[in-house]
């Protein structure tokens, strides 16, 4: 199985910062990475797929980046409701695989 | 608008069998697979299986390999997934989402205890 090693588990920004979040694959995954973002009792929400490309009707401050192994995930300005639980995941084989989550909290 | 309703919350003791569904809508439901992904409480999200909805071969989690059975029947649109000899780990939030992982159910919570 691929593992997706995801940092950092927690985080805390002020409204307005630019947060970046890292995911790298125990191998290469052809870039078919996603980003999700989960709010708490809620369903995941696809954000990014194929590591750069924004979901239709995503706001384009969000942001991804990367290739081979190595991902990481940007908010290019923090807003109030994007405090939720970001996570990746390689859908490159099966099983799919996800990151460890990383849980975003505003300062 | 693609819809994946998933059946409601589940109370089950340690040994039991659950079954949930998982009904799609506003799509061709035999062109895409789908998925079965579980989160227990303050873990990360994990794949439990995968149906290929139009000619219904499936693929398990290792972990799950011998307890999960994922079918699907066509005429209703529905997925199904069966966890048996469920245990208190398996206590979790079952969610179904169609392949792209675009579209996720609402999520069905199984309780597991005594």
Redesign the interface.
Same mark, same amino acid.
């Given at each position: 199985d691929i593992q997706m090693t995801q940092s950092p588990s927690s985080l805390s920004a002020s409204v307005g910062d630019r947060v970046t979040i890292t995911c790298q694959a125990s191998r290469a995954i052809n870039n078919y990475l996603i980003w999700y973002q989960q709010k708490p009792g809620k369903a995941p929400k696809l954000l990014i797929y194929d590591a750069s490309n924004l979901e239709t009707g995503v706001p384009s401050r969000f942001s991804g980046s990367g290739s081979g192994t190595d991902f990481t995930f940007t908010i290019s300005s923090l807003q109030p409701e994007d405090i939720a639980t970001y996570y990746c995941q390689q859908y490159d084989t099966l099983p799919r695989t996800f990151g460890q989550g990383t849980k975003l909290e505003i300062k | 608008q693609v819809q994946l309703v998933q059946s409601g919350a589940e109370v089950k003791k340690p040994g039991a069998t659950v079954k949930i569904s998982c009904k799609a809508s506003g799509y061709i439901f035999t062109n895409y697979a789908i998925?079965w !992904?579980r989160q227990a409480p303050g873990h990360?999200? @994990?794949?439990v299986g #995968?149906i290929n909805a139009g000619n219904g071969n499936t !693929?398990y =989690? &290792?972990k799950f390999q011998g307890r999960v059975t994922i079918t699907r029947d066509t005429s209703a649109s529905t997925a199904y997934m069966e966890l048996s000899s469920l245990r208190s780990e398996d206590t979790a939030v079952y969610?179904c989402?169609r392949d =792209? @992982?675009?579209y #996720? *159910? &609402? *999520?069905t919570l199984v309780t597991v205890s005594s």
């Amino acid at each position: 199985d691929i593992q997706m090693t995801q940092s950092p588990s927690s985080l805390s920004a002020s409204v307005g910062d630019r947060v970046t979040i890292t995911c790298q694959a125990s191998r290469a995954i052809n870039n078919y990475l996603i980003w999700y973002q989960q709010k708490p009792g809620k369903a995941p929400k696809l954000l990014i797929y194929d590591a750069s490309n924004l979901e239709t009707g995503v706001p384009s401050r969000f942001s991804g980046s990367g290739s081979g192994t190595d991902f990481t995930f940007t908010i290019s300005s923090l807003q109030p409701e994007d405090i939720a639980t970001y996570y990746c995941q390689q859908y490159d084989t099966l099983p799919r695989t996800f990151g460890q989550g990383t849980k975003l909290e505003i300062k | 608008q693609v819809q994946l309703v998933q059946s409601g919350a589940e109370v089950k003791k340690p040994g039991a069998t659950v079954k949930i569904s998982c009904k799609a809508s506003g799509y061709i439901f035999t062109n895409y697979a789908i998925h079965w !992904v579980r989160q227990a409480p303050g873990h990360r999200l @994990e794949w439990v299986g #995968w149906i290929n909805a139009g000619n219904g071969n499936t !693929v398990y =989690s &290792q972990k799950f390999q011998g307890r999960v059975t994922i079918t699907r029947d066509t005429s209703a649109s529905t997925a199904y997934m069966e966890l048996s000899s469920l245990r208190s780990e398996d206590t979790a939030v079952y969610y179904c989402a169609r392949d =792209s @992982e675009a579209y #996720w *159910g &609402q *999520g069905t919570l199984v309780t597991v205890s005594s």
